[in-house]
């Protein structure tokens, strides 16, 4: 390699390194800035599957029934999840992460949720092979995606319910498929008995991470498993790790939670024809489309290659395309089909855009030229987003003080949240705006779930919105 080839990739990395680090710190400022709204409350207190759970079943009518237990140590939380897992879902590990974190307090979420999005972004980076040849415009190329790009982003990344279930379960997803792909592509793989007790931990998290997201991280790792037994790689951490992912998503799948659920929210449910024309519709098409247009790197790349035996990175670029792919498709035969899936499908989506970002090889002129559009998006993005996020945690601040001040008042009369929102027409569900009309996504609803928790988080009895 030349001086000067060596010197360009040594300042590629240098700026590749502080767009990452930059990016960090902004996301880490825009957790703070994210308030507990929603289902938080519901997770805040021990789970009463007595008399309806904490969220959308929630019984009323006196106020022993009403009434919510707060999670105060490591064994209410247990009691909270078996009771979880018998009559609301099967998503224990997600659901034990989120109990966890609002005990302990929001200021340890906000560092753990940046330490998550970090290694998520660099596991993303790693899988694509693209640490040793990283360009500025490949990071870039991500965080345009999943900000700009992926619609919900501020519920499935920083409102803490949703960051855990989906930005995390993702990076558990990655992190498990990760030592299959390693082993591919250096064509060796270690044989030990700790490698198998890690892979078994890890089978166990990806497996029981969320539905779509694991049904697709079973499909892509069978392959990638196949792959190696082709290639003479197989080793017992493979099966084992595999094994845990499977046992572990059966047991998400089929908790008797579930069922409780779906007989709670649709009664005498029966999957149809026209469910199925509405899931494709609406939610497949919106995530196929965000899928399709951050895989334009992999398209642009197979258009460019010449007739041949496809390489191991491009049958991983493949791999992970499709099984982003599958989430959506996965989802078509639920009974519900909400947006918030979309960042799982996009996390693997964007490894084989990575993959074909690198293996591209432009010429310099057109990375710097996409670099330096890239850069001035989503930096003009980034502030725009933290001026609504201010505008947000500050109304908060001042409606849950109001809260405690009035706590004897019952219900709390609540005005509309006074927030600021000048880009509504290009953050659309990017920010909490519109999840947040009142404080804490109280419902105009009388007896709703979230107007009962959120006043007692804060020592009242219920709020009531008041426009």
């Not at 197979?302 to 670029?317: D, K, P």
């Amino acid at each position: 390699m030349s001086m000067e080839r060596r010197a360009n990739k040594s300042r590629d990395f240098s700026w590749a390194m502080m767009i990452f680090t930059a990016v960090a710190i902004f996301f880490f400022v825009r957790s703070c800035l994210m308030p507990l709204t929603n289902d938080d409350y519901g997770y805040a207190f021990i789970w009463d599957g007595a008399h309806g759970g904490n969220l959308a079943g929630m019984e009323f009518g006196s106020e022993d029934i009403e009434r919510r237990e707060r999670v105060s140590s490591f064994a209410d939380i247990a009691q909270s999840m078996w009771s979880h897992y018998l009559t609301w879902g099967g998503r224990i590990f997600a659901h034990t992460l989120i109990q966890f974190f609002i005990w302990v307090g929001k200021p340890y979420f906000n560092v753990a949720n940046a330490l998550i999005f970090v290694g998520l972004t660099a596991l993303i980076i790693f899988l694509a092979g693209a640490w040793k040849k990283i360009s500025p415009a490949a990071v870039l190329w991500v965080f345009f995606c999943v900000f700009g790009l992926a619609p919900l982003s501020v519920v499935t990344m920083l409102y803490l319910t949703g960051a855990v279930n989906y930005m995390w379960m993702a990076f558990f997803q990655l992190l498990f498929v990760a030592p299959y792909v390693q082993a591919l592509r250096v064509k060796s793989a270690s044989n030990s008995a700790r490698a198998v007790v890690m892979m078994t931990l890890l089978g166990l998290c990806a497996g029981g991470s969320n539905e779509a997201g694991a049904l697709a991280t079973l499909c892509l790792t069978i392959f990638l498993t196949g792959l190696c037994i082709v290639r003479g790689l197989l080793r017992p951490w493979m099966t084992a790790g595999l094994g845990a992912a499977i046992a572990s998503c059966a047991l998400m799948m089929f908790a008797p939670g579930n069922f409780v659920r779906l007989e709670l929210e649709y009664p005498n449910f029966t999957y149809t024809a026209e469910i199925f024309s509405e899931h494709l519709t609406n939610s497949f098409a919106t995530i196929v489309g965000v899928d399709m247009f951050a895989l334009i790197p992999m398209f642009a790349y197979f258009l460019r290659r010449s007739r041949g035996r496809l390489t191991t990175a491009e049958i991983l670029m493949a791999a992970f395309a499709v099984a982003g792919l599958i989430v959506p498709t996965a989802m078509l035969f639920a009974p519900e089909f909400h947006l918030h899936i979309v960042f799982t499908s996009l996390a693997f989506v964007l490894v084989a855009a990575t993959t074909a970002m690198l293996e591209l090889d432009l010429p310099p002129i057109k990375i710097r030229g996409l670099t330096a559009v890239l850069t001035v998006l989503i930096a003009a993005y980034a502030l725009s987003l933290i001026y609504v996020d201010v505008s947000i945690y500050r109304a908060s601040l001042r409606q849950a003080q109001y809260v405690r001040e009035h706590a004897q008042l019952n219900p709390v009369p609540m005005p509309p949240m006074n927030l600021r929102h000048r880009f509504d027409k290009i953050h659309g569900t990017k920010t909490a705006v519109q999840f947040m009309e009142f404080f804490a996504g109280i419902e105009p609803r009388p007896n709703h779930c979230r107007n009962a928790l959120a006043a007692q988080y804060y020592g009242a009895k219920y709020l009531l919105p008041n426009p």
